[in-house]
């Protein structure tokens, strides 16, 4: 009676309310993309159709034969804008999160994994390097380095002279976008910079999950360009054909004395392609300004021919870190290179950007991949 009961009315009425939910995810996500693109808007006429007629067929053509239907164009004339170049294989938005959807499907949980207080765990199993963690709270609970569970006061007596760290919320919820995420220099309980308590900065940004770390000086070929941030390359890498495939990285730098490298739309900072050898590219983009750098605007360092050091170990080092996590198909990493020329681990993070790659490379996110991730999201439909 029990299995009637499953087949014929809960399983049916399951997959409904799954169907919905899916439906209204994919919903508010897509929005928030769009929400990005009228933002961008303001700064760039983006609305303005740039597309010729034969290259709106070269795109039809090709999403047909690989996905099955046609794609809004805005995408495509959006990205044109930036780099004067149509390339097909670039990703939309809405194919973009079904493409994430479909590659960690497996995953009910994949946020918590991004909690940046757990990478402390995985990291370890590599031994790569991460920035050392002073105090971390979770689920409102309150850890000192030792991993000692310590009260709040004590927290407060014993942030009230650690002089200069870095302090974020560890979660993906509170952390997006570099929300919150600041250098503080505490002396006497009063963090200098902003002439506010360690208690009030607490109170008011840092509820429940947050995490105080060491503040990382990056390389000297990475600092010269830019000192005041800690400069980090984004990576991302996915599993395909059981093996873990890096994509193209974007080297997020700092700007007009920020101390964070955080690159969107509504914040100065320079997003640039970095060749596999550690070579930069020729010119950098702030999206706020509409703007190409060939050097950095506050120190002038040129970026063509500019090195990073030990860059191909830095993305050998999320392949190990990828391997650690293989429950989750698609990530993204951020790390930098310290004074030592080692590879340093930020935090892993659910990937979201999906245009200010295609910019930056002139080619579509999954590059050599698309046509295959495509085709086959078009027979899992089929």
């Keep these: 009676m029990k299995n009637l009961f499953?087949?014929?009315?809960?399983?049916?009425?399951?997959?409904i309310r799954l169907w919905l939910y899916n439906m209204l995810m994919e919903h508010w996500r897509y929005n928030y993309y769009l929400n990005v693109f009228k933002k961008i808007s303001k700064i760039k006429d983006v609305?303005?159709?740039?597309?010729?007629?034969?290259q709106k067929k070269e795109i039809d053509e090709y999403y047909k034969k690989y996905y099955g239907k046609k794609v809004p164009y805005m995408w495509h004339n959006l990205i044109v804008h930036y780099n004067k170049f149509l390339n097909v294989r670039y990703i939309p938005p809405n194919v973009f999160l079904e493409i994430i959807e479909n590659l960690n499907?497996?995953?009910?949980?994949?946020?918590?994994?991004?909690?940046?207080?757990?990478?402390?765990?995985f990291a370890a199993k590599t031994k790569v390097s991460v920035p050392?963690?002073?105090f971390y709270s979770v689920n409102n609970l309150f850890f000192d380095s030792s991993n000692n569970k310590i009260s709040k006061e004590n927290l407060y007596n014993q942030m009230s002279n650690i002089g200069e760290v870095f302090i974020k919320p560890s979660t993906l919820y509170n952390s997006g976008y570099a929300r919150n995420c600041r250098i503080i220099n505490v002396v006497d309980g009063v963090d200098t910079y902003s002439n506010t308590s360690i208690k009030d900065i607490i109170e008011k940004h840092y509820t429940e999950d947050f995490i105080v770390q060491e503040k990382i000086v990056c390389h000297k070929s990475i600092s010269d360009i830019y000192?005041?941030?800690?400069?980090?390359?984004?990576?991302?890498?996915?599993i395909w054909n059981n093996e873990v495939k890096i994509l193209k990285t974007i080297f997020k730098i700092g700007m007009g004395g920020n101390f964070t490298d955080y690159s969107g739309i509504a914040k100065d900072g320079l997003i640039m392609g970095i060749n596999n050898d550690g070579t930069l590219f020729d010119s950098a983009l702030c999206i706020k300004q509409d703007k190409w750098y060939n050097a950095h605007p506050d120190t002038g360092v040129i970026f063509k021919n500019h090195k990073i050091i030990n860059f191909p170990k830095v993305l050998e080092t999320t392949k190990l870190l990828h391997y650690c996590i293989p429950w989750i198909t698609f990530c993204r990493w951020d790390v930098t290179v310290n004074v030592d020329g080692e590879p340093v681990f930020f935090e892993a993070e659910w990937p979201s950007e999906m245009l200010q790659q295609q910019i930056l490379y002139k080619d579509?996110?999954?590059?050599e991949y698309t046509e295959d991730i495509l085709s086959s999201l078009r027979r899992r439909k089929d």
């Design 47 to 54: 609305k303005k159709n740039i597309l010729t007629k034969k």
């Design 6 to 15: 499953f087949w014929f009315y809960y399983k049916p009425l399951w997959r």
């Design 227 to 238: 000192p005041n941030s800690a400069n980090t390359f984004s990576v991302y890498t996915f």
């Design 105 to 121: 499907k497996k995953i009910k949980n994949n946020y918590i994994v991004c909690d940046k207080n757990l990478l402390y765990n």
């Design 132 to 134: 050392k963690r002073l």
């Design 364 to 367: 579509g996110f999954f590059g």
